[in-house]
């Protein structure tokens, strides 16, 4: 095998309806997760309600191109075949990636973006002037995903720049390339504890934190809620952005605890017809569902701790 080419990108163009099922199957194959990019989005936005409703994402994932690459291929197109009873579904692109880029290779979709009424999303290797009032938050994800351009992410930004206060205590449950946690520092938490299960991850958010700026205030490492459990730690603001399924599974093992009394918690990673669902679970964790947001076919819920 030419070690040059030591890694296959696979790429599908779905609807928001399919993108959760898809990703859970490109999951299974890819390395470091899988990235998910809302086609067509205008880079200088300005107001969030000129952001189109997501018709089109594309999902990408990496794997090694290795003795198993035909038969990892051929069960991705038997799990994809399977799905196409539910939902139509595109042929899946490959392309080789040379193992010294695999890692950059998905930067040439990645362009500067505005997010509700401050926040300017920016790629390190992209210059952009501020306008006044700008906060900036400039990123080199690599493979630890998380690029703004994902709805899930921008109803997050959007909810922290109005949820968030000055001071606040605030968890960033899977943290990615840390991109949550920036904003939430830029927007005046006193103290941020971004916990993610993958170490790549961690690794990106501690040194985009750094470039901000923020790095101080910004703890990175690795972990879930439950290493939280045990301990006093509880914060003021919770943000999860995860799959829906999870955040159930969390609700289910004490992930309402982590909300200090009085305080508030995120939830994204959420399709319209698993609202009910999460909310549900969030009420036997001990949280109130307040409010919804929606982009599109995906959701955000609000929720608060009762004031003791």
Known sequence: MNAKSAW???ALQVDGESAEAVAEVLERFGHQGVSLEQDGI????WDEDQVPPPQSLTLRAYFPADDQLEASKAKLETALGYMRLMY?????????IQAEDWAEAWKAHYEPLRVGKRLLIRPLWIDRPLAPGDIEIALDPGMAFGTGSHPTTQLCLRALEDLLQSGQAVLDLGSGSGILSIAAAKLGAGQVLALDTDPIAVESTRDNAEANGVGQQVIAERGSHDCLLTSARRFDLV?????ARIIVEMAKERLGELVRPGGQAIFSGIIDTQVAEVEAALRD????PTARRRMGDWMLVEAKRPAE
């Open 239 to 243: 943000v999860v952005n995860i799959l």
């Open 42 to 45: 205008p880079p200088d936005t």
């Open 285 to 288: 964790s001990g949280l109130q």
């Open 88 to 96: 139509p579904m595109p042929t899946p692109v490959y392309r080789s």
């Open 8 to 10: 296959i990108e696979v």
